[in-house]
Antibody
C-alpha cells in the first residue's frame, strides 16, 4: 500500500525545536521529490519546503528559511523536517507529500499529518 | 512571490448543482496549476493537475480549465461526497503557493 505516515508533532514553547519524520512505503522513495506542507488553524494550505530525490537541492518558503531544515534518508525511506526557533505562527498541521513528475510535479500522495502547537 | 486568490471563499450548493470555483494568479503561471480536495481529518487529495488533466480515479464530473492567470474548477452534478475544501496550487516557480481555499457545503 502506498503510504506516508508523519510523526513527531507536539506542543513546544516559543523558541523551541521539534523534528518531524515521515515514513514512506509502497513506492520508490529514493526516486521522489518530497515536500512538507502545513495548514494553520482556519487557514489555507502553505507549502513549506521540498527536497530533490538525492537530497542535493532543497527549497524553502521565506518564512522558515534559516529556521527549518528538510532532509531525507533514502536507506530508511524517511523524510524529516528539523524545526528550530519555533514561533506561534508555526502552529499548524504538517503534512508530507510526494511530488511526482507524472502529475506535473503536483503532490499525489499525502500523509494524514502531524500537529505542531507552539505556545507558552 | 506569486499570489493565488480563490473565489468564492465558501459556497453552499445542492446535490445535482453545477459548481464553479475560480483561482487567479498574480502573474502568468502558464498551465502550472493544480487542484486539491481536502476534508477534515483526512489527507488532501489531488484532483486535477496541469490545469485540466483529471487524475486517474477522480470522477469525470470534475473538470479544470484556464491558462495564464485565471483558472476554474467545475463540478458538474454535485454529489454528497463532494463536500470539503478545494484549493488551487501553482507549480510555476518557487515559492510554491496555494490559494486560501474554497469551502464547499452541500445543502
Amino acid at each position: 500500500e502506498v503510504q506516508l505516515v508523519e510523526s513527531g508533532g507536539g506542543l513546544v514553547q516559543p523558541g523551541g525545536s521539534l523534528r518531524l519524520s515521515c515514513a514512506a512505503s509502497g513506492f520508490t522513495f529514493s526516486d521522489s521529490w518530497m515536500s512538507w506542507v502545513r495548514q494553520a488553524p482556519r487557514r489555507g494550505l502553505e507549502w513549506v519546503a521540498n527536497i530533490k530525490p538525492d537530497g542535493s537541492v532543497k527549497n524553502y518558503v521565506e518564512s522558515v528559511k534559516g529556521r527549518f531544515t528538510i532532509s531525507r534518508d533514502n536507506a530508511k525511506n524517511s523524510l524529516y523536517l528539523q524545526m528550530n526557533s519555533l514561533r506561534a505562527e508555526d502552529t499548524a498541521m504538517y503534512y508530507c507529500a510526494r511530488d511526482h513528475v507524472v502529475y506535473a510535479d503536483a503532490s499525489d500522495i499525502w500523509g494524514q499529518g502531524t500537529m505542531v502547537a507552539v505556545s507558552s | 512571490d506569486i499570489q493565488m486568490t480563490q473565489s468564492p471563499s465558501s459556497l453552499s450548493a445542492s446535490v445535482g448543482d453545477r459548481v464553479t470555483i475560480t483561482c487567479r494568479a498574480s502573474q502568468s503561471i502558464s498551465n502550472h496549476l493544480n487542484w486539491y480536495q481536502h476534508k477534515p481529518g483526512k489527507a488532501p487529495k489531488l484532483l486535477i493537475y496541469a490545469t485540466s488533466t483529471l487524475r486517474s480515479g477522480v470522477p469525470a464530473r470534475f473538470s479544470g480549465s484556464g491558462s495564464g492567470t485565471e483558472f476554474t474548477l467545475t463540478i458538474n452534478s454535485l454529489q454528497p461526497e463532494d463536500f470539503g475544501t478545494y484549493s488551487c496550487q501553482h507549480r510555476h516557480s518557487y515559492p510554491i503557493t496555494f490559494g486560501q481555499g474554497t469551502r464547499l457545503e452541500i445543502k
